[in-house]
């Protein structure tokens, strides 16, 4: 049985701090004339796509109770966020189905990735949840969407969203 995602929606000012970000980021990329990732997810613009990716990693730093992300200006290194000594890769998509991809195994750099879903059309995200880089091994199939081989992973086989909230809180309360 498929588990249902998460709902959740940011507040006013994690939205507005989020825009901001994700602006800044972009006049960035373009001051510095560099050349962003070509493909995006789905058809939407690179521009949305950054925002999007703050939002979504906004959203799990809430959820976990932990710093938003902040702007890299080379790479963040394939990590996000960190919960306690817990590296966090937050992927989002705006596709159906949804799923989890990685160019490459070595390429999932975080302890942790977590799915998490959004639509332009709504202030609602879809947290689906997560799995462990060796999970993301044994589960994962490839596939081409057009630009090379990925790696992927369905969203009905990630761990429930809340199974990760609940190990956080174990070890936040053994201490």
């Given amino acids: 049985m498929t588990q249902l995602p998460l709902k959740m929606r940011l507040s ?20 510095k004339n560099l050349e962003p990732r070509a493909e995006t997810m789905g058809k939407i613009s690179r521009d949305e796509g950054t925002l999007q990716g703050f939002r979504t990693e906004y959203a799990i730093a809430r959820l976990f109770g932990v710093a938003p992300p902040d702007i890299n200006f080379k790479s963040d290194g394939g990590i996000d966020l960190w919960v306690g000594d817990c590296a966090i890769d937050v992927k989002c998509t705006a596709t159906d189905p949804a799923c989890l991809i990685f160019d490459s195994l070595d390429k999932f750099g975080a302890d942790v990735a977590i799915l998490v879903k959004f639509s332009t059309d709504s202030e609602v995200l879809d947290i689906y949840g997560w799995v462990s880089k060796s999970q993301f091994g044994e589960r994962c199939h490839t596939h081409n969407f057009g630009h090379g081989d990925r790696l992927v992973v369905n969203a009905e086989k990630l761990n429930p969203i809340e199974t990760l909230w609940r190990k956080f809180k174990l070890i936040e309360f053994s201490h």
């Fill in 12 to 31: 006013r000012q994690d939205e507005h701090e989020a825009r901001i970000k994700a602006q800044d980021t972009m006049f960035i990329v373009r001051g």
